[in-house]
């Protein structure tokens, strides 16, 4: 098995899995609505540290492409700080986000295109960026092969060094008695970039994840906090706060802060990239 089929067969085991336990239908867009609303960030705010260090990396005069930006959380405060971002993503939720956003903040030089990113038509761009988005690519090399494609200067893509949709896998084991289908992430990625040539840098970005910022002050907000997300059926909610209170003491510690959740390990971003050497047009490099 290549380990771009490797990179498949775990999508397929995760498809699989999802179709025996919640049934084989599909939301119309899984990325709208709630889900959306949690990537809505101000795009002119101050730049945590790991987006400081994207920027770093975007000249004034880039076209910055952002692949399955969603919201525009990465790109839009991009936009103030390069010639032009294009965001390509397949949600109409996230799109709507994006527009809101873009011109509340009034933006002028962020455009969005939405697609998916294979199907989109052709848009060249200095940096063709992608954050979060890799674990939930089936055809991965496609996806990087057209990444590439598309970039003068630069590819950067960002994963979690654990899938987040994975975050709850060791809450998930006690609830439904088995091993949550892990979807694919950096230790499945970079081979499959190997193996296509590439020899990218890896760099470990400084901050934590921006979403779970929010330390539980009670036990019923730790366990609130652990049963949230996609990952337990509406259905299962009540046994799943029954299970989590039956393993309290071996799912969280309790401090000054508050209560910690053990079960989900420390987790860095990481930052993939290579230059293309393209060039941008009328220029060396
Ligand atoms: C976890 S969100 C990340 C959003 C954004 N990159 C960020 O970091 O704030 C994943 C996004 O990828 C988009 N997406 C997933 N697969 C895609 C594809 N094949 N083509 C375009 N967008 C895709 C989804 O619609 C969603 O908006």
Known sequence: ?????????????VEAQRIRLYGSQRQEDPWGGEAAAVFRFDPR?????????????????D???????????VSLPMSLRCREVVCVDS???MGLEFDTLASGAGLTNARRIQSDWLEAPDVRGDRTFTADVTYFVRNIEAFINKLQASARRRVMITVWSEPPPNRSARIFRLVYGEEQAILPGHRQLLPVLWDMGLLPDVRVL?????WETVVPLTREEAVEQASAGRWLKP???????????????ELFSHGSAG??????????????????RQ???????
């Open 1 to 13: 098995m290549t380990s771009a089929e490797a990179y498949a067969a775990r999508h397929d085991a």
């Open 45 to 61: 705010r101050e730049l945590d540290a790991n987006l400081e260090i994207i920027a770093s990396y975007v000249e004034p005069g």
């Open 63 to 73: 076209v910055f492409v952002d692949v399955g930006g969603g919201a525009g959380r």
């Open 91 to 93: 949600s109409p939720g």
């Open 206 to 210: 400084p901050g934590p994840p921006w």
């Open 235 to 249: 259905e299962d909610k009540d046994e799943g706060r029954r299970v989590i209170e039956r393993h309290f003491d």
């Open 259 to 276: 209560f910690s959740p053990k079960w989900r390990p420390e987790m860095r971003e990481l930052l993939i990239t290579w230059e293309t």
């Open 279 to 285: 060039g941008r047009e009328g220029q060396e490099g």
